[in-house]
């Protein structure tokens, strides 16, 4: 499809689109014109029924990358007509910060082409589908699958389930007691660490703080399905090495 001209006489703006279906399977970035044509490009290309798709629009295509007759995917890329999928030059053309999810691609997710990132625009990370996640959620498997994205000068790698919200199980009350720190202190130390790393056991992380001067470190298990973190271990940052 042609570019539309408006009623002024200048060519539409393409933009930059968040498509989903109910399963998940194929989520993925379309430039378009509209939402509809976005969501045509999807159903077509990932082999949906029309209407098995929505499109939300994220951000508008930056001017540099609107030519006379189209798009272009990236500033080094060629000219589109059509709808299409973005490259990572695009998408950094439109301030995105792009993710591998680790662990990286084994080999059935080769295979079936999941793309295996994360993508983050302003203060929202969106996920690629991955249909083996998906599988793998139906017969209740649960592995963590995460991302990190470059921060500030102070905060080196943020992950992408460091804003995601603390669950306070009983378990979590129970070690508090024990500490002799409040729910308040423990989400200000929280709010105040900016460096983490990754722990010895799969799919926990160690969050590095400090309360009342003194330093610690913070173990949390993220839940990538609900997307909250739960607060597995609690020691003095000198005692670090024995934090599984």
């Not at 994205?149 to 009350?173: D, I, N, Q, V, Y």
């Not at 202190?185 to 400090?210: N, P, Q």
Request: contains cysteine; neutral net charge.
């Amino acid at each position: 499809m042609a570019r539309i001209p408006s009623k002024s006489g200048e060519p539409k703006p393409y933009a930059l689109y968040w498509c989903t279906t109910a399963d998940g399977d194929e989520d993925w970035f379309v430039v378009a014109l509209s939402p509809r044509e976005a969501c045509r490009f999807h159903e077509l290309e990932e082999g949906y029924a029309r209407g098995a798709a929505s499109a939300e629009r994220v951000v508008s295509l930056p001017p540099a990358l609107i030519t006379a007759r189209g798009w272009k995917d990236g500033p080094d890329g060629r000219a589109h007509r059509r709808a299409g999928w973005p490259s990572e030059a695009l998408l950094a053309s439109c301030g995105a910060e792009v993710a591998e999810i680790a662990p990286g691609r084994d080999l059935l997710r080769e295979m079936v082409r999941v793309l295996n990132k994360d993508v983050r625009i302003g203060g929202r990370v969106f996920r690629a589908g991955d249909v083996v996640t998906n599988l793998e959620r139906q017969d209740g498997v649960k592995k963590a699958r995460l991302s990190a994205f470059p921060g500030g000068k102070e905060a080196s790698r943020k992950p992408s389930w460091w804003t995601w919200e603390l669950e306070l199980t009983p378990h979590l009350e129970k070690r508090m007691e024990d500490r002799r720190f409040t729910e308040v202190e423990l989400r200000e130390m929280l709010e105040k660490a900016t460096t983490w790393s990754e722990s010895g056991v799969d799919g926990r992380f160690v969050i590095h703080a400090r309360l009342k001067r003194q330093p610690w470190a913070v173990v949390v298990e993220p839940d990538e399905v609900e997307h909250l973190w739960s607060w597995s271990r609690h020691t003095r940052s000198s005692d670090e090495a024995a934090v599984p």
